[in-house]
Every structure is written in C-alpha cells, then in structure tokens.
C-alpha cells in the first residue's frame, strides 16, 4: 500500500504566496492594497514615459522679445539697427528654424510705406575712448537656429533704399518666418519720429546712427503716449 502524502505542518493551507484562508481580513485588504499600488505606479510610470518622450518630440514653441533700444541712421537710406531675443521655453530636442525676418513699418499719417529688407547681421563693439559705439558686418541673412539651450538675439540690419523719415507716428511690426509653421511669428512696436529727431538725422550722415528707446518715462510723458513707444534718446 502507497504511503499518503500530508502537508507538512509548518506550510500553510493553499497555494504558495496567498494568505491562508483563516488570514484575518485587515491583512488580506493591506496585500491586495499593496498589489493595487503597484500596479497603479507602474501605470503612472508609463504614462510619464510617453508624456516626456512626446514633449522631446514636439515643436519649440518659439517666443519673440525686442530690445529696449533701436537705433537709426539715414542718409541717401535709412538703416534700423533691431537686435530681438529669441527663445523657447520648452523642453524638446527637435530645433526651431527662422528661415527670414521682415521688417514692416506703417505711417499713422498715411505716408508712403518704406520698403525695408533685411541686408545683413552684425554686432556692435564699444570705443572707451570715444564712448561709442563702433558697428561690425557679421554675416550675410541666414538661417537662425532657436532650442532651449540655444536662444538667439541677433543684431538685425534692416535697410530702406532711397526713404527717410518723416515726423510722426510710425506702426512697426517684425515678422518672423518658421520653418516648422505656415504662420509666421509677428511682434509690433511703434516708433514716433519727432521734429527735433528728423532735424537731428537730417543733420547727420549715413554712417551716424541714433538711439531710440522705450523705456524712458520723461520722454513717454513728455510725447504724450500712451504705451511704451521708441523715441529720439536724450542720453
């Protein structure tokens, strides 16, 4: 006769792992809580992997700031010397491309609009002898490439054959065209040209150019404005 097989007396009743039928029922509630956590974190988990593997993956959103101060020379030409801030916010690998920059100026009074094109990028480098400022040719228009860890601020040229101002109020707007976007970036300004401003560069030649700023409150009280608008420097 075969011999029967009993449990040994020191392994629990039911399969291995699982409480014992005559577990009490706060521990048995703790494990299946422990079971559901689990697998609760390993869900949110996923679901932050694929979160962050979309967000590398998406589109830089791309933000335009202009300077405080824009600077004129005019002569046969005018020349506006613009130098925005462009950068993104967002965490991704992928790069933005601004493949053009246009400048558009309007007369408030109705004048004829100029026609300005961006001629080339430079930089500007400071004479302590003179106390100003010397302007260098950088490169030609090209392509400018905008991520987190590399933000852009450009010394923009921007050229208008044949056109000077005249005095009074002018609408600006800098268009940015992106690679990765049918609509363009567009950032406004305005820009008032006072009497004394035209006398002032008709007065100079084309190689001198003039500071324009907009953070200046005695020059926004004194040309009555009623937001922050590019005017003649007294500094």
């Given at each position: 006769m075969?011999?029967?097989?009993?449990?040994?007396?020191?392994?629990?009743e039911?399969?291995?792992?699982?409480?014992?039928?005559?577990?009490?029922?706060?521990?048995?509630?703790?494990?299946?809580?422990?079971g559901?956590i689990?697998?609760?974190?390993?869900?949110?988990?996923?679901?932050?992997?694929?979160?962050?593997?979309?967000?590398?993956?998406?589109?830089?959103?791309?933000?335009?700031?202009?300077?405080?101060i824009?600077?004129?020379a005019?002569?046969?030409d005018?020349?506006?010397?613009?130098?925005?801030?462009?950068?993104?916010r967002?965490?991704?690998?992928r790069?933005?491309?601004?493949?053009?920059i246009?400048?558009?100026?309007?007369?408030q009074?109705?004048?004829?609009?100029?026609?300005?094109?961006?001629?080339?990028?430079?930089?500007?480098?400071?004479?302590?002898?003179s106390?100003?400022?010397?302007?260098?040719?950088?490169?030609?228009?090209?392509?400018?490439?905008?991520?987190?860890?590399?933000p852009?601020?450009?010394?923009?040229?921007?050229n208008?054959?044949?056109w000077?101002?005249?005095?009074g109020?002018?609408?600006?707007?800098?268009?940015?065209h992106?690679?990765?976007?049918r609509?363009?970036?567009?950032?406004r300004f305005?820009?008032?040209?006072?009497?004394?401003?035209?006398?002032?560069m008709r007065?100079?030649?084309?190689?001198?150019?003039?500071?324009?700023?907009?953070?200046?409150p005695?020059?926004?009280?004194?040309?009555?404005?009623?937001?922050?608008?590019?005017?003649?420097s007294?500094?």
């Amino acid at each position: 006769m075969g011999v029967s097989e009993n449990p040994s007396a020191d392994e629990p009743e039911g399969a291995a792992g699982e409480p014992p039928p005559d577990a009490p029922a706060p521990k048995k509630r703790f494990e299946q809580a422990q079971g559901w956590i689990g697998t609760l974190v390993g869900v949110v988990a996923l679901g932050l992997s694929i979160y962050n593997l979309l967000a590398l993956q998406q589109e830089p959103a791309v933000e335009v700031a202009l300077p405080h101060i824009i600077r004129i020379a005019q002569g046969k030409d005018t020349w506006l010397y613009l130098q925005p801030t462009l950068s993104t916010r967002v965490k991704t690998e992928r790069v933005e491309v601004v493949t053009q920059i246009e400048l558009e100026l309007r007369p408030q009074n109705g004048g004829k609009r100029p026609a300005f094109f961006w001629d080339e990028t430079g930089s500007f480098s400071y004479n302590a002898a003179s106390h100003d400022l010397t302007y260098q040719r950088v490169a030609d228009p090209s392509p400018l490439l905008v991520s987190q860890t590399a933000p852009q601020q450009p010394l923009l040229l921007f050229n208008a054959v044949g056109w000077n101002f005249a005095e009074g109020r002018y609408v600006g707007t800098l268009v940015l065209h992106r690679e990765s976007s049918r609509q363009p970036l567009r950032k406004r300004f305005c820009l008032v040209i006072s009497k004394d401003a035209v006398s002032i560069m008709r007065k100079a030649d084309q190689y001198k150019f003039h500071d324009f700023r907009d953070d200046v409150p005695a020059i926004q009280r004194e040309l009555g404005l009623p937001g922050s608008c590019y005017a003649l420097s007294p500094v």
